[in-house]
């Protein structure tokens, strides 16, 4: 088998709203825009209506010595309708597939990354896409057979759904397949007719992933035709969106993951059961106004990704008939049991329903949080009152007590206070003269002042 050209496809995603900022970007790194007419593209039985735009000659800003030419596509669709996509094209030099040498798996493993690499910083000049870097790598590598060596007994009869046909070309041109990525001992998938690819069972998200294209699309001087790529995108994006929706899916759960447990995390801060609850008002209140911006920070992330989660959820559905095989591949090889897609979405749903029991879990705590604090509140102030009440009513006696002392006074004769701090005097000369009688004396004038009170009294009586 000969190489006729090797294309290396990056995909990234952005939030709909993203769109002008991202179409304003490409427009600074390449030199031509060019917007391709409306299409209506089958998806899995799925009609949908597609708005490209093509972006060619780029900037020395974005070249990379790996790539002949780069171009990408910003591309619109309504599955799922939240989201605009880009798809950054390099097609390998000659110079760069001569490099690759069947005896050097090393090598080619370390060139594929070298093309992933260059790739990712050509999309990094676009915008901030919302692929995660702990994601897979969203990049395919189509490899296109030269006219000459799909002709012959081999391909004349080629079926993609014999699976000994299938085996059969991989077998007989493993060397130079296995140089690009693919794998000689795993399962094959095609994707629809036109597309092989290959596939560990348990190692499904294994990107770059490498797609073998069975159909010749090739024509002369294809690389610098604009109509050649607009031709191109109307009868590759829906295989290839096949394969790059579930990228979206991987993706779109790595990032809506990471912006839950930020929250989460924010939330193993509070340790209520272990808090004191005679905390102070004012650290409970700034507990209370922090849980609310926790909540409104959680309101935000999750009303988005409740409306992005239904549409998510839908494209998943896409992939699935009723007897839970996949529309859009099917295993295609000897042994091959189960196809790419299959083995892939069976993933995705799983983690999509542990992101669903995420987001009630985490919403149920915050809730919780939230009203402990505000009854712990409540609490202190129902205390605070009471304790006020008592004040008051303490208050209150001291203040009578003190009126009837008032009133008590006011009725007392002129000589009292006078003839009191007489008798005063003569005690404290007494004291200094024996300090032994100190006690008596003080006794004596207890008894004066009480005496002189109760006979004063029954007069006044």
Known sequence: MEISSVRVIRYDFYRDGQYDQVDSSLQENFETRTEVDTQMLDFGGTEIETESVLYTNASDQIQHDSFESIRTFLITDPLPEYFCHTLTIGTLTSTEQTEMDVGDPMGNRTRRENWVDDLESIASEFCSSRIQPDGPAPVSILVEPTQESLTGDLWESFNPENPLAVSGIFNGNGGTLEAYGFKPTGQISAIEP????TFEEHQVVDFPLAV?????QSQPDAENSIEYWMRWIGFSYTRIKAITSLLLVSHWLEWRRQEISDIDDELYEYNLPNSNSGDSEHTLRDEEQDLEQLRRDWVESQSATADEFHEIEQLVGHYQREDNATIFDFP????TTRSYCYTYVGQLKTELQTLSETLNRV????EMFISVVQDRIQSNATKSNLQLQSKVKNLTILLAIIAIVEFGLRFLPDGFWQTLIRFLQLVVEFAAQSATALFGVIAITVG???GYT????????
């Open 194 to 197: 036109s597309y092989l690819l």
């Open 212 to 216: 073998l294209v069975t159909r010749d």
């Open 332 to 335: 295609a090889g000897q042994e």
């Open 363 to 366: 919403e149920t705590k915050l």
């Open 448 to 450: 004066f002042i009480l």
């Open 454 to 461: 109760h006979g004063w009294l029954r007069r006044c009586i």
